[in-house]
Structures are given as C-alpha cells and as structure tokens.
C-alpha cells in the first residue's frame, strides 16, 4: 500500500556530488518525517539525515556541512544532495518513512523502507 523507491545513486570520484531521490507511492498520509540511511560493507547502517513534514531537519555529524535533505511535497518526494564525497561515504543508501513528528536519525523509529541505492566514490 506504501512504497519508496530511491534512485540516484551511482559511482563518483572524491569531491564529486549526487543527488539522491526518494519518491513515495501509496497511501503516504500517515507520514510525517523521512530519512536517510547508510551502510556500509562490513558496517552497522547509520541514519544521515531526516525531514519532516513542517520541514525541520536532522543531519548527521558525520556528513554535516556537505549533504542537505529537501522535499517537495508536490512530488512526494525526498531528496538527499551529497557533496564534496569521500570514499568513507561509499554505501547502499535506504529512505524510509516514519510516524514520528521529529526528524530522528534512529533507524527504529522508520516503519516503510524502499530497496536502496549504492553510492560508491572513488579515490
């Protein structure tokens, strides 16, 4: 009834830039913050940034100052613009959707998750 589908990942060189789309189907009015999530091989994933529906944000420390999360509710959809990458950002990229009315980075609290997308960046 509920489905996300990201896209935009991709392969990059160090300080390159992509932009990450997670667009929503469905019946998606429960819905009040989306977020962004990360893992890597051999990693534990890791929320990266969140937004909610009165378009407070969250983003992580760990790529503060470079990657900005959007929405446009016309399109029902999220965005996650990643610059100045590194290779350490190399993951598959999830959006979920979670009930909550704050932009939490705890991946416990995201109910519908999309399949994801790899970014890999290169040296």
């Known amino acids: 009834q509920t489905r996300f589908e990201e896209s935009g990942g991709g392969s990059v060189q160090a300080g390159g830039s992509l932009r990450l789309s997670c667009a929503a189907s469905?019946?998606?009015?429960?819905?009040?913050?989306v977020g962004w999530f990360r893992q890597a091989q051999g990693k534990e994933r890791e929320g990266i940034a969140a937004?909610?529906?009165?378009?407070?944000?969250n983003v992580a420390d760990s790529v503060w100052g470079r990657f900005t999360i959007s929405q446009d509710n016309t399109k029902n959809t999220v965005y996650l613009q990643m610059n100045s990458l590194t290779p350490e950002d190399t993951a598959m990229h999830y959006c979920?959707?979670?009930?909550?009315?704050?932009?939490?980075?705890?991946?416990?609290?995201?109910?519908?998750w999309g399949q994801g997308t790899q970014v890999t960046v290169s040296s």
């Open positions: 937004i909610c529906t009165n378009s407070r944000t």
């Open positions: 979920a959707a979670s009930w909550l009315s704050v932009p939490s980075l705890g991946q416990r609290d995201y109910q519908y």
């Open positions: 469905g019946n998606t009015r429960s819905r009040q913050c």
